[in-house]
């Protein structure tokens, strides 16, 4: 069974370690904020000039001044500080995010990423993006593995107007967990229920497939 949007961010949580800062792109990876392990010290950061981001509010403790770079409304934990956007993003630029997760339209073989634009679609412009695939090295890719056609998202080379080229090691998908390494995906895990099979079918580049995959826990 496909993975669900609340899954994929359970699923990226575990990739988090203790005194990691993190930015989240928008979409997918900002529900990782609500699957924090217990106990761990993350700084959750939000390019807009938030360091220290929590859960999504519930009613009682929901300030509308209070936004993420996606415009929703978040949470400020213990010792958060708040910012310029200039001095976020020399934050990224400068190196000194541990961990970065987005979400992207398409990734490629060669760790390329669009997650910009669709040609003929009204589009806000690339955001923080470029600035966040240029000034990271760990970086997590979360999506579906295809579109709503059920073309594959994971290709031989991204036909989309890229965001970085060559920058991604990590993709999460609703059906698998990949590596992407010597010009091909690598299959690491695949989603509870997902056969290996289903995986080929849809993974459009290269796709490396070692004799036993396991089934990911979440």
């Known amino acids: ?22 930015n989240l792109g928008i979409g997918i ?14 700084m959750l950061q939000s390019e807009n000039g938030l360091l220290g981001m929590g859960e999504f509010p519930t009613e009682e403790n929901l300030d509308p001044d209070l936004i993420n770079a996606g415009k929703q409304t978040v949470t400020a934990v213990d010792g958060a500080s708040f910012f310029s956007s200039a001095e976020s993003f020399a934050m990224i630029r400068g190196g000194h995010v541990d961990l970065t997760v987005l979400g992207a339209f398409e990734v490629d073989v060669n760790g390329s990423i669009a997650s910009w634009m669709i040609p003929g679609k009204l589009i806000k412009g690339m955001g923080g993006a470029m600035d966040l695939v240029a000034g990271a090295d760990n970086i997590i890719v979360t999506m579906m593995h295809a579109d709503k056609k059920g073309n594959s998202k994971l290709l031989s080379d991204c036909e989309l107007p890229l965001t970085g080229y060559g920058c991604i090691r990590r993709v ?40 036993h995959v396991p089934e990911m826990c979440l």
Do not use: C, W
Not at 7 to 19: C, F, N, P, W, Y
Not at 186 to 196: F, I, K, N, Q
């Open 29 to 42: 990876p900002t529900l990782v904020a609500n699957y924090v392990p217990k106990g761990m010290s993350v």
């Open 1 to 22: 069974m496909a993975l669900s949007r609340e899954q994929l961010a359970q699923r990226v949580a575990q990739e988090l370690k203790d005194g990691y800062y993190v």
């Open 172 to 211: 999460l998908t609703d059906l698998a967990f990949i590596e992407i390494k010597e010009g091909a995906f690598h299959l690491l895990e695949r989603a509870p229920g997902v056969t290996v099979e289903e995986i080929i079918a849809k993974t459009a580049g290269k796709l490396v497939v070692p004799e």
